[in-house]
């Protein structure tokens, strides 16, 4: 069974840039998908970016497409979320989460149904 661990979260001022991770409790390469969602108080939770392990191919969303970048780091398992030009609509805790088997030919990496593991999130507020 795999675990996930967030950290990096934090407060910073609009347009500031922010880095969260993480952490894979074993390979990358034994997960199909990796994907960071976010959810503000009332609000339902979405997905911000994912990332395909093998070939290493992210996706985004349109709200922080060009702002925020997903990577990974195989050798030391785990997963990145670069954040720039971030503004106060986003913030709320980010959390991470994988897709263990394969995925079904419904399946969306955005969305938020596929995932089966999840991490317990990590705190990001932007203040204007």
């Known amino acids: 069974q795999v675990q996930l661990a967030e950290y990096g979260g934090g407060s910073v001022a609009a347009r500031g840039s922010l880095k969260i991770s993480c952490i894979v409790s074993r390979s990358l390469y034994s997960l199909y998908w990796v994907g960071w969602f976010r959810q503000a108080p009332g609000r339902e939770r979405e997905g911000v970016a994912a990332?395909?392990?093998?070939?290493?191919?992210?996706v985004y969303a349109d709200s922080v497409k060009g702002r925020f970048t997903i990577s990974q780091d195989v050798a030391k398992k785990m997963v990145h979320l670069q954040m720039d030009n971030l503004q106060p609509e986003d913030t709320a805790m980010y959390y991470c989460a994988a897709l263990t088997t394969r995925p079904a030919t419904t399946f969306q990496a955005l969305g938020t149904a596929d995932y089966n593991t999840w991490g317990q999130g990590t705190q990001v507020t932007v203040s204007s």
């Open positions: 990332i395909y392990t093998s070939p290493g191919i992210g």
